[in-house]
């Protein structure tokens, strides 16, 4: 079975700091990794994801993560924060089971604040 | 293009009565899934459909909840018999087809409370 965990419920920084957000995943085969950011009162959206290949990836709003197999991480970083990246992050595993149904299972989240 | 909707986003209800939430996807995303969002328990997957197939119902955590997905396209979970422990955001999410890598496009949520 897949698990996540986010470490820190909540992260502040400072504007123009960067950002780190952490997390580490259990998996029994090679995961398929997320990231999706939720504004308050929306829906959930995708930042970025790892399938296979390259493991630094690139998303929206300048955010990268790095899949690190060894270490079994996946922490989310920008190098600089602006006041509109405030929100709640979380990380996902896509779960395999039977038909590889591609449902997920999501950490707890972070909430990210950013002050001026 | 049209994302995910949600109906209603809000619902308060009394404890004991039955609600029925409504997701439309988005056009001819096959997979639909529903997830619950709550401050204990935090994102919780409760049922996926693909297409034609049986659906996997896994995470619907008691038989007061149940989901149907008529034509493919628009989905309705129904809790029966709410308890207040039923509060809680549910989210629905569409993708162009159910495999690991399919990014997942979710909705603004229904956001149930139990009196």
């Known amino acids: 079975a897949q698990s996540v965990t986010q470490l820190g419920s909540h992260v502040s920084v400072s504007e123009g700091a960067l950002v780190l957000l952490r997390c580490n995943y259990s998996s029994s085969v090679p995961p398929y990794l997320f990231w999706y950011v939720q504004y308050p009162n929306q829906g959930l959206q995708l930042l970025l994801k790892?399938?296979?290949?390259?493991?630094l990836v690139k998303g929206i709003n300048g955010f990268e993560a790095e899949f690190k197999k060894s270490e079994t991480s996946f922490h989310l970083t920008k190098p600089s924060a602006h006041m509109s990246d405030a929100a709640e992050y979380f990380c996902?595993?896509?779960?395999?089971?039977?038909?590889?149904?591609?449902?997920?299972?999501f950490g707890q989240g972070t909430t990210l604040q950013v002050k001026p | 293009g049209a994302g995910v909707s949600q109906s209603p986003s809000n619902k308060v209800t009394e404890k004991g009565k039955d609600v029925e939430l409504r997701c439309d996807p988005i056009s001819g995303h096959t997979a639909l899934y529903w997830y619950r969002q709550s401050l204990g328990q935090g994102l919780e997957f409760l049922i996926y459909f693909q297409g034609n197939s049986a659906p996997d119902k896994s995470g619907l955590p008691s038989d007061r909840f149940s989901a149907e997905r008529t034509g493919g396209s628009v989905s309705t979970l129904t809790i029966q018999r709410t308890q207040q422990e039923d509060s809680a955001v549910y989210l629905c999410?569409?993708?162009?087809?159910?495999?690991?890598?399919?990014?997942?496009?979710f909705g603004p949520g229904t956001r149930l409370t139990v009196l």
């Open positions: 999410a569409s993708s162009l087809g159910g495999t690991l890598f399919n990014e997942q496009f």
């Open positions: 996902a595993v896509s779960a395999l089971g039977s038909g590889n149904t591609g449902k997920l299972i």
């Open positions: 790892y399938t296979t290949g390259a493991t």
